[in-house]
């Protein structure tokens, strides 16, 4: 009988089609675990520069006091190192950041730490040279002074994280919504195929077989 290579022809494509729906879905699945599981990464890392940045200058100010009260040279050379890693690391990270807005933010963060290291290591030669009379409020108030731009511009920065990473949830929750649309859709093409395949299955074998039975 002629037609039975073109049902069995059309009955592979279909059941090939039916493999290709089904790795579709699988590979589908397996991105949405991975977004879900980047969520919580992405929620406690990727919007808190601001607050590194904050901490980190409030602990430099904190090294230079106590290098004014106790003349310790471990604490120029701890506040030599910190501060040379966190300039590092704002340069790193002012092409992470993921709007315009925060990497402005974090050039002129850059800027102003370049000002307050520049200050603030003056202020520790003067001192140096003022001799072991410690005088921390004079201290403290000239490194508050110091790091007041910085930690300005940090608040900013902190309002366009928030701003930043609502943007990011929604369009993230979005994408979330359209893949999980795509695997149910993939799930409803795969039923059909596998119906289809049944009925080229039936007209292709069954069905012939039947009628030469009843012939």
């Not at 921390?136 to 902190?158: D, G, M, S, T, W």
Request: one cysteine or more; proline letters at 3%; aromatic letters at 8%.
């Amino acid at each position: 009988m002629n037609f039975r290579p073109r049902s069995y022809g059309y009955a592979l494509a279909t059941v090939l089609l039916v493999l290709i729906v089904g790795w579709v879905g699988r590979y589908t699945w397996q991105e949405l675990r991975y977004l879900y599981r980047g969520f919580a990464i992405v929620q406690a890392n990727g919007f808190h520069l601001s607050e590194h940045v904050e901490a980190s200058v409030l602990s430099l100010n904190e090294t230079v006091l106590r290098f004014d009260l106790r003349r310790d040279p471990t604490d120029r050379s701890t506040f030599q190192k910190e501060s040379q890693e966190l300039q590092q690391w704002i340069r790193t990270h002012q092409t992470t950041v993921s709007t315009p807005e925060e990497r402005e933010l974090m050039t002129q963060i850059g800027a102003a730490f370049e000002v307050f290291l520049s200050q603030t290591t003056q202020l520790m030669k003067e001192r140096e040279q003022a001799g072991a009379t410690p005088s921390p409020q004079l201290v403290l108030e000239r490194l508050e002074n110091n790091a007041a731009p910085v930690l300005a511009l940090c608040e900013k920065l902190k309002a366009a994280e928030r701003l930043a990473q609502t943007q990011f949830m929604k369009d993230s929750h979005h994408a979330l919504g359209w893949m999980q649309q795509l695997f149910i859709g993939l799930l409803a093409l795969l039923v059909v195929l596998l119906g289809t395949a049944a009925v080229a299955l039936y007209h292709g074998v069954i069905g012939p077989l039947r009628v030469e039975l009843d012939e």
